[in-house]
């Protein structure tokens, strides 16, 4: 079994939603250049797999028909007039996603990662939020199918409200939101206990202390709801210098946080995607580099508390 498995190709680099635009590829570039030289440096096995175009019908899963064949024409909002380029990668953002789970459950690996993953704001008839289509949302009702249990956590600073509504009727799934409240989209003020969609909205300059225990409270719900998978929507935009958040997560930090549900989880499938990160050449991939480092070599729980409590 590999250490991990990634999806990546090089035409990543082209998910640039305009020159100026918060959205940068080179961003996941730059994280699969880090990711490959940790690899070689800390002896990490690994395969990494070219990501395929998400079908019609896994995306009709959670989208709309007229939504699917606008972005196949090259229409979103999150870009400007058409760009079949964009509508192309939008298919492969998704089903690269699908394809980490597929290594997930052939058992390939305990750790898949894509680092474009985690589009959570896309909505079941609409782009939002620089995201197109809600490629968790739809893994997780796919493994739904097979008959798993899915938690997902979501660490990115701003509320997973299209993965909390598209799967909140999908009693095999549980969402469980750590952001900061009063941004983009203004939502996951509440849980909503009975559709197992939680929120931990946070205040202005929250950081490791508050990301903790937003992760030990996913912890104890994950393992009372049984999650046979967990996906981890891993947000970089959480870092204290992101330009588009106030909260004020570290390196390490991060490295802890995925380090704790890797420990409480240790022979559990986790799906990562990158979500959110506007710091594209320096601690976006710096914060993914540090999360997946947590789930594929873990410091134990009482080495990841005693790091913030001593921060």
């Known amino acids: 079994m590999q250490d991990f498995v990634l999806v990546h190709t090089p035409d990543y680099g082209n998910w640039s939603l305009g020159t100026t635009h918060p959205t940068q590829g080179r961003r996941y570039i730059n994280a699969f250049n880090l990711l490959m030289q940790t690899a070689k440096d800390e002896n990490y096995t690994f395969d990494i797999v070219e990501p395929r175009r998400a079908s019609f019908s896994e995306l009709l899963e959670v989208h709309d028909l007229q939504h699917v064949v606008s972005v196949d024409d090259g229409f979103s909002d999150e870009w400007s007039d058409q760009n079949p380029v964009l509508g192309d990668l939008a298919f492969r953002l998704a089903g690269g996603t699908i394809n980490a789970m597929d290594e997930l459950v052939a058992k390939r690996t305990l750790t898949a990662i894509n680092f474009t993953g985690a589009k959570h704001h896309a909505q079941e008839s609409y782009s939002s939020g620089f ?3 809600a490629d968790f949302a739809l893994t997780a009702n796919i493994l739904t199918e097979f008959g798993y249990r899915v938690a997902i956590l979501d660490i990115d600073a701003h509320h997973g409200d299209g993965t909390e509504n598209l799967t909140l009727m999908n009693e095999m799934v549980l969402t469980f939101s750590i952001h900061e409240w009063g941004i983009f989209p203004l939502t996951g003020d509440k849980d909503y206990p009975e559709f197992s969609a939680y929120n931990e909205p946070l205040s202005q300059y929250a950081g490791d202390r508050e990301l903790f225990d937003g992760v030990n ?15 981890i929507a891993g947000g970089a935009d959480g870092h204290v210098t992101d330009p588009l958040s106030s909260l004020m997560y570290t390196l390490n930090g991060v490295h802890h946080a995925t380090s704790l549900v890797r420990f409480a989880f ?12 506007y710091q594209p050449d320096t601690n976006t991939p710096l914060m993914w580099l540090n999360m997946v480092k947590g789930l594929i070599s873990p410091v134990t729980y009482e080495e990841a508390i005693d790091a913030v409590l001593n921060d």
Do not use: M, S, Y
């Not at 240790?266 to 990160?277: C, E, H, K, M, R």
């Open 266 to 277: 240790p022979d559990t499938p986790i799906l990562f995607g990158g979500a959110g990160g």
């Open 217 to 231: 409270r996913f912890i104890k719900l994950a393992k009372q709801f049984g999650a046979d998978f967990i996906l």
């Open 131 to 133: 995201c197109v289509f």
